[in-house]
């Protein structure tokens, strides 16, 4: 039976903190709907109304795109092991990118990884529960070291010039701003 949250509370954060992998969701007004597996040591519950995850250098940059013009995300997590849980957490977020004032305050949250491109504050505006009977066990392994040996190997120009071919628009067309444009 599913069950509706105002705020993150010490259950649900433990969860949180418990889980390997989340999914994010957004959508501009119109266009794709994107939603994108992440991992690694990359969110952080900072209170019982916001999170904050840091988004490192993918293929594509819809999250930002989308938060232009639409500032709504849902982040998911399911119970792989364990009890079978969903927890869905709603809310409105904002990018912080390495140019913004802020960026040294909350990079120091995270382990340093290379190729890192926004740090995404969530405010949390509601979190909903569900059973996760049809969600199927499956093992921890470890995290993946690829994305970080692919960034330490073109370094920090190379990754500015991914950025410039592949992450300036989504793939809607839509501007990421991620070189203040």
């Given at each position: 039976?599913?069950?509706?949250?105002?705020?993150?509370?010490?259950?649900?954060?433990?969860?949180?903190a418990g889980q390997k992998i989340?999914?994010?969701?957004?959508?501009?007004?119109?266009?794709?709907?994107?939603?994108?597996?992440?991992?690694?040591?990359?969110?952080?519950?900072?209170?019982?109304?916001?999170?904050?995850?840091?988004?490192?250098?993918?293929?594509?940059?819809?999250?930002?795109?989308?938060?232009?013009?639409?500032?709504?995300?849902?982040?998911?997590?399911?119970?792989?092991?364990?009890?079978?849980?969903?927890?869905?957490?709603?809310?409105?977020?904002?990018?912080?990118?390495?140019?913004?004032?802020?960026?040294?305050?909350?990079?120091?949250?995270?382990?340093?990884?290379?190729?890192?491109?926004?740090?995404?504050?969530?405010?949390?505006?509601?979190?909903?529960?569900?059973?996760?009977?049809?969600?199927?066990?499956?093992?921890?392994?470890?995290?993946?070291?690829?994305?970080?040996?692919?960034?330490?190997?073109?370094?920090?120009?190379?990754?500015?010039?991914?950025?410039?071919?592949?992450?300036?628009?989504?793939?809607?067309?839509?501007?990421?701003?991620?070189?203040?444009?």
């Open positions: 039976m599913a069950k509706f949250y105002t705020e993150l509370d010490n259950k649900l954060q433990e969860f949180i989340f999914f994010v969701g957004t959508a501009a007004s119109e266009g794709r709907v994107n939603v994108s597996p992440k991992g690694m040591d990359s969110l952080k519950v900072l209170n019982s109304n916001q999170l904050i995850w840091l988004n490192l250098t993918g293929s594509g940059n819809e999250t930002t795109a989308h938060l232009l013009e639409q500032p709504r995300m849902t982040l998911m997590f399911c119970a792989f092991e364990g009890k079978p849980w969903i927890l869905r957490v709603y809310g409105k977020a904002r990018a912080i990118h390495p140019r913004d004032d802020e960026w040294e305050n909350w990079i120091k949250l995270f382990p340093e990884y290379p190729g890192s491109r926004q740090i995404f504050l969530l405010d949390v505006e509601s979190a909903q529960t569900s059973c996760g009977f049809a969600v199927p066990n499956y093992q921890y392994k470890q995290d993946r070291e690829d994305l970080v040996q692919w960034t330490e190997k073109i370094g920090d120009e190379g990754v500015k010039k991914y950025w410039k071919k592949n992450n300036q628009t989504s793939i809607d067309g839509k501007p990421t701003k991620i070189f203040n444009d």
